[in-house]
């Protein structure tokens, strides 16, 4: 559900990123009140986990198209919704800046779109309720596919309303959330069952990490093996499992071409768009998850490769967008810590 900057008007796009920018301002400050360092290596481990995940597309059967994990309930339930959107807010710029997926122009409205609706609406509004204080494996699951399913309704409809208001393609409200619904609707309930899923297994593993914001220290030897587990499972999912995703294009390609019959629409030749085109293409060190080849025209193109497509470009780019992914989390984690105790200090 990665928006490309040719669907938005920079008029919505820059509204966006202001929009983004205060919450992230807003989760910071009140990350300062709850965050102990120890949790900050599982917000940089999970955010590796997160952008690998999104590497893998998933096939909706019957549809011809595709899914991946949006993470940001998951990131929610075992980080906070707080920690959870910085977490997701690193992602989406990682995978924007670095591998061109997402357009800048519309980084803030993929950021507001993933990571306010599953970590502000659904975790506290859906998930909490159903899931209850004593949470058995059948409420997890139930909470988890349900709460996965209206965060990503809710997110579906945001990218319909900042197209519709940007008005810069031939989508039409009516036509476009008619397919964009449906679509994300089956990608909400696989979501949910991979949610509940590693909810599960770290909730055996160490039920303290789901008590965040509690002041209590994650240590110990069981932390350190989630850690471990967690840190693993990323670099297989980014380093080899990507090599089986989807070749079919995922909802929101899916549901353009439903309507336009082409899976992407062209942006604007010249202003923001293409000052921005410029600078995604110039500092993107990974295109599309692939080592960048030149065509017969001398033009920058990306690798291809049949399914399964088992591919140098892919495992380089998971490890390494895994490893940035992490740096970034771990330094904005830390940086929320540091003014927390000059703060501290100050008011001493």
Known sequence: MHMADALI???VGGTMWVVSAGMIAHASRRLRKTLDESHIPLMGVMGAF???AQMINFTIPGTGSSGHLGGGLLLAILLGPDAAFLAIASVLFVQALFFADGGLLALGCNIFNLGLFPCYLAYPLVYRPLAGKNTGARQVWTASVVAAVLGLQAGALGVVFETVMSGISELSFKAFASLMLPIHLAIGVVEGMVTATVVSVVR???PEIL?????ERLAGSSYRRVLAGLLIAAALTGGALAWFASAHPDGLEW???GITGREEIEAPKGGVHAELAAVQENVAIL???????ANSDGEAKTEEAAWPAVSAGT???GIVGGVLTLIVIALSGWVVKRRSETRKVAAG
């Not at 008590?211 to 002041?215: A, E, M, P, Q, T």
């Not at 295109?287 to 960048?292: K, T």
């Open 50 to 52: 997160i952008f690998a």
């Open 9 to 11: 008007s920079p008029a």
């Open 211 to 215: 008590r965040h914001g509690s002041g």
């Open 255 to 257: 549901a353009v071409s």
């Open 204 to 206: 055996h593993a160490h």
């Open 287 to 293: 295109p599309d998850y692939g080592f960048a080849t």
């Open 315 to 317: 495992t380089v780019s």
